[in-house]
């Protein structure tokens, strides 16, 4: 069975401070995904990555894929109140054959203005 | 244009009640797949569909179980005999095709299922 250890799993923030947050596994994935989601609302994908090492900006969003495809991690410069959600990242198998998602438990985030 | 939807948006319901619940996909998605989240915890596969068939359902906790989606677009998931347990936010999500690393599943927004 795979599975991803999300880290920390609660985190509340000053509007303005950065933070880094962990995905980790002990198995391979073919690609790694980040959503948001909303409190009522299914998730949103914020980002997929694919290769060993790649890097991927969106706005104040850093993501990062391990070398090995193991783990990934989200930084974001100064966190805004819009940015509170619940992160969770996704990992897909890595033979490709099968499509479905295999879920962390989530992060919690919380900006305060 | 239109994202997945799911209906009905909440449903309660008794011990040992049949429930359906059912998503529309975006139109023209081949791969549709249903989700199961806890509170507190991401969501955990059921079963997904390519076409009309389901290529795996690996992901369904027993046989009280079922989905079905006839005509390859609006799929139904089945429970019998609803327990307390059974009780979470059911999601729905499709993509356009399957098996590729980079794509993208679209989730509808749930149904919450409070089984009493």
């Known amino acids: 069975t795979q599975l991803l250890e999300q880290s920390p799993q609660f985190l509340s923030i000053q509007e303005g401070e950065n933070l880094t947050v962990y995905c980790n596994s002990s198995?391979?994935?073919?690609?790694l995904q980040w959503y948001r989601q909303e409190p009522g609302e299914g998730p949103v994908l914020l980002v997929t990555?694919?290769?060993?090492?790649e890097v991927k900006k969106l706005k104040r969003l850093t993501f990062q894929f391990g070398d090995a495809r193991k783990d990934s991690s989200l930084h974001i410069t100064a966190a805004q109140p819009g940015d509170t959600g619940l992160y969770l990242c996704?990992?897909?198998?890595?033979?490709?054959?099968?499509?479905?998602?295999?879920f962390g438990k989530g992060i919690t985030l919380s900006v305060r203005p | 244009g239109a994202g997945v939807s799911q209906t009905p948006s909440n449903k309660v319901t008794e011990k040992g009640k049949y429930v359906e619940l059912r998503c529309d996909p975006i139109?023209?998605?081949?791969?549709l797949y249903w989700y199961r989240q806890s509170l507190g915890q991401g969501p955990e596969f059921l079963i997904y569909?390519?076409?009309?068939?389901?290529?795996?359902d690996s992901g369904l906790p027993n046989d009280r179980f079922f989905a079905v989606r006839p005509e390859g677009s609006v799929s139904t998931l089945k429970i019998q005999r609803t327990e307390r347990g059974d009780s979470a936010v059911y999601l729905c999500a499709s993509s356009l095709t399957s098996g590729y690393p980079q794509e993208t599943q679209y989730f509808g927004p749930g149904t919450r299922l409070l089984v009493l």
């Open positions: 139109s023209g998605h081949t791969a």
């Open positions: 198995s391979v994935f073919s690609s």
């Open positions: 569909f390519q076409g009309t068939g389901a290529a795996d």
């Open positions: 990555v694919v290769t060993g090492g």
């Open positions: 996704a990992g897909k198998d890595y033979t490709g054959a099968n499509s479905k998602l295999t």
